[in-house]
């Protein structure tokens, strides 16, 4: 009864804590914020299509996800509540077509896309602009620009077909935003910028398709891709220049924000990027002399 009482309140409050029947296609799924992503809105009650190249760890990922299923109270109990799909982001369109015709038919559509695939160059002075090459260009634009777009056209270009409303969250980065520079990210920086744009711009085309499309610009989170930074104690430096006074963790920082943007609640919001960085990419931040 009480469990009952809590779950209709929550419900009431935060509508977007239930996300029954929604089906949902997470790229870069293997790790990190993608797997996050996946697990966290399983428990809400989305389908979930994760996309990686890596299998296996997609594998254990939906097995994960679909033993939890057939435990949870009101889980649909067919062990089938998320599928694995291999997709190389930059690989041709043919390919990439063929994987999107697979994550489409898993569970008949598709109702949301997070863009969250990525690509993190090498850091530091010795990766400035006048040092690298042309392959880490071409390695993180066809990433996270390219493949983004591409993943976005596939998909958008079936809902427009099937007369679907939908909506796309692209992961971008705060490095995106032009307070945020730093050595050695000319690639990675110009990359999740020009996420943004495209963000405003396919906001722009597919809202008379009834398309949302949205990013989200994190701040630091632990995971594979910035784990070498974690290591350089910047962690014990950040918690004293971060605004919040947190680093905080993936879950619920972002989880919250893509459980919204997942949600029917956000149908009016469309073309923005959303800062989760516990105010760490402000200007003007106090320099303790604790630093
Ligand atoms: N962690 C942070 O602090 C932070 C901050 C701001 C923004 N971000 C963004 O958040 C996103 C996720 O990063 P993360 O931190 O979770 O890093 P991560 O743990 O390294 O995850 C990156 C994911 O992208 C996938 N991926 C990479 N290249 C791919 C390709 N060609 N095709 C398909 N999938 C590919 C990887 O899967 P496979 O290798 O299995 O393909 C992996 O699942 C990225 O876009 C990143 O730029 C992260």
Known sequence: MFNHMAS??????????????????????????????CLDLAKAGCRIIAAARRMDRLG????????????????N???????????????????????????????????VLI?????????????????????????????????????SKCVASRLRFARRKASIINISSITGLN????????AYNSSKSAIDSITRIMALELGGYNIRVNSIAPGLFPSEISGPIFQHDLEILAKKIIPLGTSGA????LTSLVRYLVHDSSNYVSGNTFIVDFGSSLPGLPIYSSL
């Open 250 to 253: 993936i879950n619920p920082a």
């Open 60 to 75: 254990s990922l939906c097995d994960e996800i679909n033993q939890l299923n057939s435990l949870m109270v009101g889980g």
């Open 179 to 186: 307070r945020v520079q730093f050595f050695g990210g000319i």
């Open 115 to 151: 863009n969250n695939a990525g690509v993190r160059a090498e850091v530091g002075q010795k990766r400035s602009s006048l040092e690298i090459g042309k392959e880490e260009w071409n390695q993180v634009l066809n990433t996270n620009l390219i493949g983004t777009w591409e993943v």
């Open 8 to 37: 209709e309140i929550l419900h009431t409050l935060e509508p977007w804590s239930r996300l029954d029947g929604k089906i949902v296609m997470v790229t870069g799924a293997s790790s990190g914020l993608g797997r996050e992503f």
């Open 77 to 111: 109990g067919d062990g089938c509540l998320a599928v694995a799909v291999e997709l190389d982001i930059t690989s041709d369109d043919n390919a990439i077509g063929a994987s999107i015709a697979k994550a489409w038919d898993a569970f008949g559509h598709i109702d």
